[in-house]
């Protein structure tokens, strides 16, 4: 969907430090924040990052815990990329791409401790939460991960928790309070084009980029990471990712508080 | 259902307020997916689905190019998260049903013929579900398909009619839908007069069939003109844009 | 497997008023019932229609009732398009035809509200019965709908319910008593072959439709409708096809009666 | 299986009066299936099986496609009523082995080699089951193979012998099958005196086992006479069919 | 992976008595079985034939008993024929070949009666033991299935039942006792290469033949059989077959009990 | 994990016994599939992977061929029996990622582009898991393309630096696995210094990580050079073979 030409113009400009809107390498696109948009979830947020859209949706049941971890909730992180969203993506079962969407941004948030599984236990070795977070790309714009990431944490942090009725079954609508999260963990992504360490590409840039980097981070701590891409990082360029990586989360931790009522 | 359950509609007066042949509040927004050839969002009350059209286009895998004419892939979702109990992803069966029915409702409007081999694709996703799903999605998809410049005969127009209380309503939704006697969701092409989608569930007579089918085909006749309405909003924002700073590449849309 | 040039005479035909065999165009083939055909299952039904010949067969055990209809028992129906009854059908997972045809089906049954799903709970919330009904075409000599859904109903009144042993299991080829079945939905589908309005073709005629609908019902009311097919119906077309079935099916309706026994 | 269980077999008598070397009634018929090219109804007691053949016909997917043969195509399934608990549909490890090896029994009697590229496919359904379903299964896709004009040197013939009670005997079924020791189907090719499948579980002796092949064949034997007659009936039929009315299109047959 | 002309090559040797590496027809290659190889398993043995190299694993966990075998436990073998062990394999769900591996196995092991199924039974109705054995070819070197077939019997003698903790949970790494077997059923199938009756073929043999058949037996009595191949066996080829695998499961039985220390 | 946890580490010493910068034991060797192009087996600790290579062959399905480049395939699995509980066969979300991750570690170091259409394709099972499978599978299967003669530009090392204790340590394992705070596998390149995966579970600060880098890195050179003495030692075990009894087909060698 890229051609080869728009490819090696975006790959020159990036050479000479330029972007083609004019970008500084680590600026972000305008970041908007929508939450309580699906009505029929528990949480949810539409994040808009310039054109890029992402739905994430919460919704929680319940079930009875994995026989290891008797005394927690489970927490599931699903993602689509359907071809709405783009003429790349296709029907079917999630591949390769939605596979390792869902499992970073699943890492982040786990990893971070932002949620207190065992709150979410009703009765030990019986029935806990099951909380399902569903990715759900409108538009890809460029950069779903790191939009999708902030989007399921900022779902996250818009559920309410339904009453249970005596079988210990959700009633649908209720609202017995919200779910308590300690963090707010951001994924934050660099892209290697051509040599350079770009963020937030547009869809464009993206095609056109060698390697990726994720980095997730919580106040005070690196909690998740993940390269991607065809090609490497030297050392020196992960170090200089994660750092920036980090300070721009920092920016984009207060624009999701701002959204969530923190 | 046993006959002694409490009405829910009291002198001719819905649940929600509405009239008897009154539709729930409409809005429709062309243009709303930047990567796909055409999109459109469209709610009735609170259910909402999105579409996504592309196409013509090279038809992949190879084996369902059809030499004489273009390949019509309709899908319809739901979101994972669009009801009460969460919709596992992928196909299932009613969803493979809806995506066939609404294909076929789609079917005669567009000038396959003209683009042999191609595929001609549109996904409709449900992000919010309350009744008349399906409709929702076929309104969408109707707009996404002109969004994208596909040649049709006429936009196709959904909308369900019901029966609650022993009465002919238009566009059952919450309490009506589940407590409901009947549901019966067309799809309808006013330039042809033409029914292009017709389920019905539940116990109707003739008579009682007869009324509800007009009442849905007027139901469609304002769902066609506010469709209208949002292909003719976007070519105008199109227009202005393009005198604004040229033809470029356009920003993406709000989705709600 | 039907020949352009058939199609075309089919369809010469049709618009002149007359079908190949003869038939007025609301006259059904023969039908033959045959209740009690496959012995393992609990009821069963074969029916004969023309060259076409639906074998249907209902299977009961003791399951879980689904959480929010806790004291119903559950009724599943399934078809399979195999290609023993034609030449067009392959083998592989249900596709579009074969759900489209269950699900028909299962509607027509389900809202004609002949079945007291009540009566099917053996424990509330616990133990209930699993009505499986499984459609299996033999030979596709056009029409598999109407067929099936005559097998499906048959079978259903062929139902003997077994008895459940101490640990609440059906007891394998006891009988303790009958379902009990308040109706007898009965499908009836109009196809429309070059603007005719047919019932009941043979494959060729079937091969030969542009739109088709099915009407199922009952006693003084219709339960359940399906269009499909590449083209569609006016107004009138549809209206004067559900009367038209609406009338056939009461004819076919005595030919059920006397099947089973009523 | 405790060594003190009742005997079910009781002087030489089995539960249901036959001898120990003897079959269960027979019946067979060719032409069952319109639509196919060749069909056939085979039962053995209570076992009762139907299969539809095609062939030599175009073969997808195309990578199956075998340049210097035809490709054989053996499916068994059993209808989901056809047994006590209902059998989900779909293949089963079970159904996947007992396809591969009845089409292996039938791979050498059919001149594939006439017909590269080509399908020859044969879909055999279990309609009821009451033990050797796939001997069931093969004696009727080998009527339906030569009711097809498909060429081949011989008829398949199968049944199987068992050990009840520490008793060789012909064609276990019932309580045979469900308390016996010993379950052993064959396939036969008798004008080439060839074992086409052979499976056996349970303990037999070597000395026991010769004596069931033995007796196994015996059973194909008689088999093979019931296959034979029910071809030969079928072209009586159609001939005189033809000789009244001319070479139309055949009428439906019974299935049972 | 063979070409026409080693084919026939082996099959001109076949039909004058001989083999490439001058063994006897039935004479196998040299045979070593190390068990306890896989040390997360249960049970596992490594068996060594020539080239061929099979792994087999055994795992318990606690489950619940059919409802028609309500005190016993419950056996399953599994096979997958994954493309490390040999060009022509490839990746996906088990095809035929698998599945008929794993069947096999299965039910030389079932039918002999070695594995007392009654004495896996925990609690009645409620808690079993299963018994899973998944064999891992290696490496293909030709006759697969035997190598398989012993190393499952080797591998179920290596089994360590697990001490169950007080939630009837294994508790992973203790042993309570060993597996008790009474038998050690043996797979020897002989293939028909032109008419030759062969034991024991290296690849390029086995691609060559055309029959083959699998006789399982124990002390005493044969225990499962299978034909396979796309050609037939006359009825004295398939009696000497069944003699001849006897009397070598007899030699090859004193390998197994040396393994594994009977 | 809450605070008050037992230490596992006690003054710089792990619960095996080694310090805070020490590898468990590696085993190496090439040549262990005699089917496969090449194959290796790589054990650290009681972690031990198999792999098996093939190409540049023939790719199948064609619609995967690339025309300018070589498609790299690369399956990671675990043996059933390889873990505490039984691995169910077959891909999982989770191996599906270690598959794509680890394919896109070798992806810059061999020359793919010189073998447009072909397939390059790596199959690494682990049969007994203790921690750092992707890695052992990426050593194996680096030892098993270098055997396979499939062209690179060097060697990919892989192992884990972690956090237990608050301590940064080298190839986490056992207890130190389930107890610990972070485990961060990488791939690494020496000949380019380049990274080419790296993945991080748990909490570090920013000076933590670049400390765990370092000793990740430190712990791939080590590996480095047991791989290269692997391939070292298959070349004389290949040659004095040779020259024993001429180029035939080689014997198998051991898996372990």
Redesign the interface.
Known sequence: MITKIDKEFIKTLAREGKREDGRAFDQFRDLKIETG?????EG?A?V?L????V?A???L?VGTPF?DTANEGVLMV?A?L??????EFE?G??K?GA??L??VID?GIR???CIDLEALCITP?EKVWMV?V?I?P????GNILDAAGIAAIAALHDVKIPKLDE?V?PI?GTNSGKLKLRHIPIPVTTFKVNGALVMDPD?EEEASAEAR?TVTS?E????????????????EE??RA??TA?AKATELREVVKQAVGL | MSEEHKKIIVGDRRPDGRALDEMRPITAKAGVISRANGSAHFAMGSTVAIAAAYGPRELHPKHLQDPVRAYLKYVYAMAPFSTQDRVKPGPSRRSTEISEVSRQAFNSVIFLEEFPKAGIEVFVEILQANASTRCAGINAASIALADAGVPMTDLVSSCAAGKVDGKIILDVAGEEDTEGEVDMPIAYIPRKDEIALLQMDGLLTLDEFKEALELAKKGCMQIHEKQVAALKERYVRVASEIAKKGPVRESAEEVA
């Not at chain 1, 359907?82 to 003429?87: D, E, I, R, T, V």
């Not at chain 1, 409108?138 to 714009?141: E, F, K, Q, S």
């Not at chain 1, 005070?220 to 050392?235: H, I, R, V």
Request: overall charge neutral; aromatic content about 8%; charged content about 30%.
């Open positions: 948009f699906a009505k029929n979830a949810s539409l808009t310039g054109e890029t859209r739905l949706g919460v919704k049941s026989a699903n689509e359907g071809p709405k969203a783009s003429p029907t079962p999630p390769e596979i390792e869902a499992r890492r990893e971070s401790k070795k399902s569903d759900d409108i538009n890809d714009g079988d079954r649908f869809f980097l919580v005070g701590f690196l909690c998740a990471m993940q390269k991607g891409g065809e090609s490497n990082f030297k050392t992960v170090v994660a750092e980090y």
